[in-house]
């Protein structure tokens, strides 16, 4: 697999952000044709180090050699040319734009005059994704009309399309399906063959065992080892990422349910919109934690979107606390009786306003009663965004930095933090640890059964089927739009919840194990 003289070397390299230390002589290499995992928690200097790789920034002391040559990266075009390309987790195409238009920018066929010859930008995409095995996807269609794991495979798919000699994967897992996850890991391996060296950014252990040879982890900007993947355990890569033995990933689920309630904090009944949602109905109780388990399109999203008004229903109804509500806009979920609020899919397109201050974005749901004839009451707007960030371990420094300038990790904490600020008793919380790593993970999970225990509600969903298991008091599995299974207890299990999803029985499951077993 390797060869002596390494596809990536980077030795004692350095970055700073101001006062921030995000790369501390960071030493490590990359064999041709490796598949090499990147691991860390958020700020321990992945992305920082993908950048100057990438040609986004430039490092400040060290060196970057590529096949054995030392480069000067600094810009994008740069990295292209030294054979580097990335996909990246928060993508970068643009949503006006078509997927033909997104696969080539900026290296459309310009044969006459420098006039883009559509028909040939056309025919060139249509060959490369029918290569890739991505011939369901319209090379006309708007990106913007896209989902977000259709969008997060164009990503993939235009890094592809430019032959790179290395390839830097940022996060790619975050927002695919399972069935998407699965032709990740053919093209990994068909890259690899091809000698194509791949960097595999991630925090799911079980993909970065499936995928990877190697893994190197980053912990607080210094370069914490690197290893074969086979060995070292997943205890011991917890160890290394945080630092300490973090013990139980997830927290004890204890019953907080406020049975002598006088009803359901939240409850749908028939509910359908326009898209994937078909006749669903549900019950969310005080003090409870229900989870919402589905493949890709079967209408959770447009569940979660329904129930926060950003989208209409076409049939159905909603109660808040047994009172019939009508949820047009977000607005009306915030008002509605003791607030529904929704921790959403893609935090920096639909949560935050990136080019604001941390404190900023936590005030804006509330910010009309903090302020007093239309003058924001600085002191009082303060204690208040303090307090929920003292809460969810956010620096300080949020008040007067842009979120822009913050990791996935803390970014996703304050999109949480506005909705603690406002005191919302529903909250619906949307993939909410899609591309953090495990230590915020773990933080978002205590915080989600202490709500719970404070008697508010959570509806939660996630890709990631063991947060299902290990985090809710009651499963929901939804297949073509419809609530088919309810699990709870004991039965709450991976297994049963993946039969359900793809639209099967656990006694069909059952038959086919006992088949499979006589022969």
């Given amino acids: 697999m390797n060869e002596v003289q390494p596809a990536i070397e980077v030795e004692s390299l350095s970055k700073r952000f101001d006062a921030t230390v995000a790369l501390d002589d960071v030493s490590f290499s990359v064999g041709k044709g490796e598949v090499r995992a990147l691991i860390g928690e958020n700020g321990a200097g992945k992305s920082p180090l993908v950048k100057i790789l990438s040609g986004l920034i430039r490092l400040d002391s060290g060196a970057v050699r590529v096949f054995g040559d030392s480069v ?48 040939k930008s056309r025919q060139l995409v249509a060959r490369h994704f029918a290569e890739l095995n991505l011939g369901n996807i319209d090379p006309g269609a708007l990106v913007s009309e896209l989902d977000i794991s259709t969008r997060q495979k164009i990503e993939i798919a235009k890094a592809v399309s430019r032959r790179p000699r290395v390839l830097l994967l940022d996060e790619p897992t975050s927002t695919l399906s399972v069935s998407d996850v699965d032709w990740l890991g053919a093209l990994i391996e068909k890259l690899s063959a091809d000698n194509i060296t791949i960097v595999f950014i991630s925090h799911r252990m079980a993909e970065v065992r499936r995928f990877c040879d190697s893994l190197t982890v980053l912990r607080n900007g210094q370069h914490a080892g690197s290893f074969a993947v086979g060995d070292v355990s997943d205890a011991d890569v917890v160890r290394l990422v945080i630092g300490r033995s973090l013990g139980a990933i997830y927290p004890e689920k204890e019953n907080y349910r406020q049975e002598d309630a006088a009803g359901p904090a939240l409850a749908g009944k028939s509910l359908s919109t326009s898209g994937q949602l078909r006749d669903a109905s549900f019950q969310l109780w005080p003090g409870e934690v229900l989870g919402v388990g589905a493949l890709q399109g079967m209408g959770q999203l447009e569940l979660f979107e329904s129930l926060f008004g950003v989208s209409g229903l076409r049939d159905g109804s909603v109660e808040l606390n047994g009172q019939a ?12 009786g003791i607030g529904i609020s929704m921790v959403p899919e893609d935090r920096k397109s639909e949560g935050l306003f990136l080019t604001l201050t941390g404190a900023a974005n936590v005030s804006i749901p509330v910010i009309e009663k903090l302020a007093t004839f239309g003058w924001i009451r600085r002191k009082v707007e303060t204690a208040a965004v303090d307090e929920v960030l003292d809460r969810l371990n956010v620096h300080p420094r949020a008040h007067y930095k842009s979120v822009s300038s913050f990791s996935g990790g803390n970014q996703q ?41 404070e008697g508010n509600a959570v509806l939660f969903y996630s890709t990631e089927i063991p947060e299902l298991v290990n985090v809710c008091d009651r499963v929901l ?43």
């Fill in 325 to 336: 509500v009508t949820l047009a806009t977000p607005a009306d979920a915030v008002r509605a």
């Fill in 477 to 519: 599995v939804m297949y073509r739009g419809r609530v088919v299974k309810e699990l709870l207890g004991d039965d709450i299990s991976e297994e049963k919840i993946m039969i359900h999803a793809l639209g099967g029985t656990e006694t069909a499951a059952q038959h086919s194990g006992s088949e499979e077993s006589r022969a």
């Fill in 413 to 453: 904490k304050i999109a949480i933090a506005k909705w603690l600020l406002a005191h919302s008793k529903v909250l619906l919380m949307f993939d909410p640890t899609r591309g953090v790593d495990i230590g915020t993970k773990h933080e978002i999970y205590l915080l989600i059964r202490e709500l719970a225990k």
């Fill in 72 to 119: 000067t990266i600094g810009r994008p075009a740069r990295a292209h040319r030294f054979g580097i390309h990335t996909a990246f987790q928060e993508m970068t195409l643009v949503d006006d734009l078509t997927v033909t238009q997104n696969m080539l920018l900026p290296y459309e066929p310009t044969p006459i005059l420098g006039q883009i010859d559509g028909r």
